[in-house]
């Protein structure tokens, strides 16, 4: 399994690939690469059995690639958890390091991280961390970009991609706030958010079309 494969099914996931089809333009958009090369990777994934592809509908995680997946999210997310907690990272710079780290984690060292860490649930960007045993309660999969306008929400959690990351902290977005949705503008246009019980002055934020699909939330 080559790190590149691990990364395919890391971002499957976090785009809800266990129980729902996932589109190659999000996998692209996720990993920051070319959609040629996502359908290269996906048909390999399918001839290994980590994942299904319907054609004109999307990839999901077989079992196998559940399983997985599962793991790296849990070593991956623990380590982000680490560099934020204990060394003080910022979010928008765990992972790289956080990428580098999970590949050469033992189940061993793993397990003592967990202890050390007393047995985090999320990762500081509200990623789910599986426990030892495989149980978690499931993301939120909902897309600030699918919420009608007028509706009010609660950030969730983002996509771990360090381009996204930082432009949430430029806009100063972040898990927990209430928005509203005001507006969507067509064509891939930014989408228009105000927040909620917010004592900034100014309390509107618009959030491009991209990040908005990569911003998860639910229900107030």
């Known amino acids: 399994m080559t790190p590149m494969k691990e990364d395919y099914l890391k971002i499957i996931f976090e785009l809800g690939g266990k129980s729902k089809k996932i589109s190659n333009k999000q996998i692209a958009m996720g990993l920051n690469i070319a959609a040629g090369s996502v359908t290269e990777m996906i048909t390999k994934l399918v001839e ?75 990762c500081p960007h509200g990623g789910v961390i599986p426990d030892k045993e495989g149980n978690y309660q499931e993301d939120s999969h909902t897309l600030l970009a699918d919420v009608k306008e007028g509706s009010t929400v609660v950030v969730d959690r983002f996509i771990d991609n360090r381009e996204l990351l930082n432009y949430l902290d430029e806009i100063d977005l972040d898990i927990g706030d209430k928005i509203q949705v005001i507006h969507h503008a067509p064509f891939e246009g930014a989408t228009t958010v105000k927040l909620i019980d917010n004592e900034s002055k100014v309390d509107e934020r618009q959030i491009s079309y991209k990040a908005a699909h990569y911003v998860f939330v639910q229900d107030d």
């Open 48 to 122: 290994e059995g980590l994942a299904k592809h319907t054609p004109y509908s999307g990839i999901s995680l077989t079992d196998n690639g559940i399983q997985i997946a599962e793991i790296m999210v849990r070593k991956h997310r623990m380590w982000e958890t680490f560099l934020v907690e204990k060394l003080s990272y910022k979010l928008s710079e765990v992972d790289d390091d956080a990428e580098v780290l999970e590949h050469v984690t033992s189940e061993k060292l793993l397990d003592s991280l967990d202890q050390f860490l007393g047995y985090p649930t999320h």
